[in-house]
């Protein structure tokens, strides 16, 4: 199989705070994995791709400074949005990426919920 | 200008009603098309990857076509637990190696 996992599920939190969310592909070594953010009835959008032990690549319009990415280990990514704000607010996933063919499909977690009051 | 687009926004069948989904894409050097199912609250679930024109895909009763501007994605008679909305999304050489862009989803509603 190729099972990623998300951790929380769902979180809210006051504007100003920070949030952690952990994604982990538990039967499979992930070098790449990838975040992703998705408003209601929109797709999902890439916000940045994650490589083990290397800094991420951010996609365009996304700061790096709010939305800390660490890739620390085959099996981890974490993503933190820091000093969150309203506008923050939406369905975060993560996905991974089996081995280290570019071909590769990606496997979803099961995304988390920001809510930010 | 969207570089994948899916139609329709949403579709709605009776159980046993076969029909099809569409994702058309107008990025040049496709180096994969692939579909994904997304329940609501949840993470998108791969299902087909598709490489060259001409290639088919099976899994249940979901077949995958890919041609050199589309997809279809062709459900033969469909039932309630397929209701879901279905993405596709493309690979292609001009975007990051792994990058996927997806396209807006086809919402399907399967009424028993």
């Known amino acids: 199989g190729a099972v990623v996992s998300q951790h929380p599920s769902w979180v809210i939190c006051k504007s100003g705070t920070s949030v952690k969310i952990e994604c982990r592909s538990l039967d499979f070594q992930a070098t790449t994995m990838f975040w992703y953010r998705q408003f209601p009835k929109q797709s999902l959008m890439l916000m940045a791709t994650?490589?083990?032990?290397?800094?991420?690549?951010?996609e365009q319009g996304v700061e790096k400074d709010k939305f800390l990415i660490n890739h620390a280990s085959l099996t981890l990514s974490t993503l933190t949005v820091t000093s969150a704000h309203p506008e923050d607010s939406s369905f975060y996933i993560c996905s991974a990426s089996k081995g280290g063919l570019v071909y590769n499909e990606q496997f979803f977690g099961p995304g988390t919920r920001l809510t930010v009051l | 200008e969207d570089q994948v687009t899916q139609s329709p926004e949403a579709l709605r069948l009776q159980e046993g009603e076969s029909s099809s989904l569409n994702c058309s894409y107008t990025v040049s050097g496709l180096r994969g098309l692939f579909w994904y199912r997304q329940d609501p609250g949840k993470g998108p679930e791969f299902l087909f990857t598709?490489?060259?024109a001409g290639e088919e895909k099976e899994k249940e009763r979901l077949k995958a076509t890919l041609t050199k501007k589309e997809s279809f994605l062709h459900i033969t008679a469909p039932k309630p637990e397929d209701s879901a909305t279905y993405l596709c999304?493309?690979?292609?050489?001009?975007?990051?190696?792994?990058?996927?862009?997806f396209g807006k989803g086809t919402k399907l509603s399967v009424i028993p």
């Open positions: 999304a493309v690979r292609y050489s001009g975007a990051g190696s792994y990058q996927l862009t």
């Open positions: 598709l490489y060259s």
């Open positions: 994650s490589n083990e032990g290397s800094k991420a690549t951010y």
